[in-house]
Nanobody
Framework: QVQLVESGGGLVQAGGSLRLSCVAS????????MGWFRQAPGKEREFVAG????????YYTDSVKGRFTISRDNAKNTVYLQMNSLKPEDTAVYYC???????????WGQGTQVTVSS
Protein backbone atom coordinates (compact mmCIF):
# COMPACT_ATOMS: atom_id res chain seq x y z
CA GLN A 1 0.00 0.00 0.00
CA VAL A 2 1.27 3.47 -0.92
CA GLN A 3 -0.11 6.79 0.23
CA LEU A 4 0.60 9.83 -1.93
CA VAL A 5 0.35 13.43 -0.75
CA GLU A 6 0.63 16.28 -3.25
CA SER A 7 1.51 19.88 -2.51
CA GLY A 8 2.62 23.02 -4.30
CA GLY A 9 -0.51 23.98 -6.17
CA GLY A 10 -1.91 27.48 -6.18
CA LEU A 11 -2.88 30.53 -8.21
CA VAL A 12 -0.37 31.93 -10.68
CA GLN A 13 -0.48 34.34 -13.59
CA ALA A 14 0.04 33.14 -17.13
CA GLY A 15 3.74 32.79 -17.85
CA GLY A 16 4.52 31.98 -14.24
CA SER A 17 5.88 28.82 -12.64
CA LEU A 18 4.90 26.34 -9.98
CA ARG A 19 6.58 23.26 -8.57
CA LEU A 20 4.41 20.38 -7.46
CA SER A 21 5.66 17.77 -5.03
CA CYS A 22 4.31 14.33 -4.22
CA VAL A 23 5.57 12.48 -1.16
CA ALA A 24 4.97 8.74 -0.98
CA SER A 25 4.79 6.56 2.09
CA UNK A 26 6.32 3.12 2.19
CA UNK A 27 9.71 1.63 1.56
CA UNK A 28 9.23 0.55 -2.04
CA UNK A 29 8.94 3.97 -3.69
CA UNK A 30 11.86 3.30 -6.02
CA UNK A 31 10.04 0.33 -7.55
CA UNK A 32 7.14 2.46 -8.78
CA UNK A 33 6.73 4.24 -12.06
CA MET A 34 5.50 7.68 -11.05
CA GLY A 35 3.30 10.04 -12.98
CA TRP A 36 1.30 13.22 -12.91
CA PHE A 37 -2.21 13.51 -14.30
CA ARG A 38 -4.63 16.42 -14.35
CA GLN A 39 -8.35 16.94 -14.58
CA ALA A 40 -9.93 20.21 -15.66
CA PRO A 41 -13.58 21.01 -14.88
CA GLY A 42 -15.91 19.09 -17.16
CA LYS A 43 -13.07 17.08 -18.69
CA GLU A 44 -11.64 13.61 -18.21
CA ARG A 45 -8.44 13.03 -16.28
CA GLU A 46 -5.47 13.13 -18.62
CA PHE A 47 -1.84 12.05 -18.46
CA VAL A 48 0.70 14.85 -18.08
CA ALA A 49 4.11 13.30 -17.37
CA GLY A 50 5.70 10.07 -16.22
CA UNK A 51 9.10 8.92 -15.01
CA UNK A 52 10.63 5.48 -14.62
CA UNK A 53 11.91 3.99 -11.39
CA UNK A 54 15.48 5.23 -11.76
CA UNK A 55 14.58 8.68 -13.00
CA UNK A 56 16.57 8.42 -16.23
CA UNK A 57 13.57 8.18 -18.54
CA UNK A 58 10.73 10.69 -18.63
CA TYR A 59 7.84 11.23 -21.00
CA TYR A 60 5.27 13.98 -21.48
CA THR A 61 2.04 14.74 -23.19
CA ASP A 62 2.62 16.98 -26.19
CA SER A 63 0.93 20.04 -24.71
CA VAL A 64 3.48 20.36 -21.89
CA LYS A 65 6.70 19.33 -23.65
CA GLY A 66 9.38 21.97 -23.21
CA ARG A 67 7.48 23.62 -20.34
CA PHE A 68 7.11 20.93 -17.66
CA THR A 69 9.80 18.72 -16.13
CA ILE A 70 9.19 15.64 -14.01
CA SER A 71 11.87 14.39 -11.65
CA ARG A 72 12.17 12.14 -8.63
CA ASP A 73 14.30 11.75 -5.53
CA ASN A 74 14.09 8.15 -4.37
CA ALA A 75 15.96 8.96 -1.16
CA LYS A 76 13.15 11.36 -0.24
CA ASN A 77 10.29 9.26 -1.66
CA THR A 78 9.31 12.31 -3.68
CA VAL A 79 8.38 13.06 -7.26
CA TYR A 80 8.27 16.61 -8.59
CA LEU A 81 6.64 18.44 -11.46
CA GLN A 82 8.28 21.73 -12.38
CA MET A 83 5.83 23.75 -14.44
CA ASN A 84 7.09 26.77 -16.34
CA SER A 85 5.45 29.13 -18.84
CA LEU A 86 2.05 28.22 -17.45
CA LYS A 87 -1.02 28.85 -19.54
CA PRO A 88 -4.68 29.25 -18.53
CA GLU A 89 -5.39 25.89 -20.19
CA ASP A 90 -3.09 24.26 -17.62
CA THR A 91 -5.69 25.02 -14.95
CA ALA A 92 -6.76 21.73 -13.37
CA VAL A 93 -6.50 19.52 -10.33
CA TYR A 94 -3.17 17.73 -10.58
CA TYR A 95 -2.89 14.16 -9.29
CA CYS A 96 0.14 12.09 -8.44
CA UNK A 97 0.10 8.44 -9.51
CA UNK A 98 2.20 5.42 -8.61
CA UNK A 99 2.16 2.29 -10.75
CA UNK A 100 3.75 -1.06 -10.09
CA UNK A 101 3.36 -4.68 -11.04
CA UNK A 102 2.76 -7.29 -12.25
CA UNK A 103 0.07 -7.72 -11.15
CA UNK A 104 -0.77 -4.10 -11.99
CA UNK A 105 -1.26 -1.88 -8.96
CA UNK A 106 -2.05 1.84 -9.08
CA UNK A 107 -2.29 4.43 -6.35
CA TRP A 108 -3.50 8.05 -6.46
CA GLY A 109 -3.05 11.13 -4.35
CA GLN A 110 -5.87 13.45 -3.37
CA GLY A 111 -4.91 16.12 -5.88
CA THR A 112 -3.73 19.71 -5.73
CA GLN A 113 -5.41 22.62 -7.52
CA VAL A 114 -3.46 24.66 -10.06
CA THR A 115 -5.13 27.80 -11.36
CA VAL A 116 -3.52 29.94 -14.05
CA SER A 117 -5.04 33.37 -14.62
CA SER A 118 -4.82 35.19 -17.92
Amino acid sequence: QVQLVESGGGLVQAGGSLRLSCVASGRTFSSYVMGWFRQAPGKEREFVAGINWSGDSAYYTDSVKGRFTISRDNAKNTVYLQMNSLKPEDTAVYYCNADSGPPPVSFWGQGTQVTVSS
